[in-house]
């Protein structure tokens, strides 16, 4: 028994190792609080697996005038640029100036078949188209009107 093979003893060493211990995990690092800068914070909620919508209102729903409508006006042979005016206000939330001159002015123009139907366009657009460029559009937020006046009475 004097002779031990080679092998077995380096089988019978090697089991007599010990194991060094598993490392530590590094320390975790608490990241500091930030103050969050309101003008970049977009608040969302997710709508699907890959979807995020933002909670902040569209641009036509703070704006109105931005809308974007289409409609065709209803018995467009008898209908005038006021009576085209007034059915693209509708819904918008605005109506027309109460000036008797403006509305009478409109409501004696006949509606050009081109303006049959409006749209896709944003409401301001369609409101400018429909009272032509000798018109300047102002709308007055408070009352939710929308005003025209003349641009020659400008000059």
């Known amino acids: 028994m004097s002779s031990i093979h080679p092998l077995l003893a380096c089988l019978v060493l090697a089991g007599c190792v010990s194991n060094p211990a598993p490392p530590s995990p590094p320390p975790l690092i608490q990241p500091e609080p930030q103050a969050v800068d309101r003008d970049l914070f977009v608040p969302v909620v997710r709508s699907g697996r890959y979807t ?16 974007i409508i289409n409609v065709r006006i209803p018995d467009p042979q008898t209908a005038s640029v006021g009576d085209a005016m007034r059915y693209a206000l509708l819904h918008s939330g605005y109506a027309l100036c109460p000036d008797e ?5 409109f409501n004696a123009l006949p509606l050009p078949a081109a303006h049959y139907h409006l749209g896709p366009m944003l409401l301001g657009d369609a409101l400018q188209m429909l009272a032509g460029s000798a018109w300047g559009l102002e709308a007055d937020d408070i009352r939710r009107q929308v005003c025209f006046t003349s641009k020659e009475s400008l000059s």
């Open 101 to 105: 001159d403006v509305i009478a002015s």
């Open 52 to 67: 995020l919508v933002e909670l902040t209102p569209n641009a036509a729903a703070q704006d109105l005038l931005l809308q």
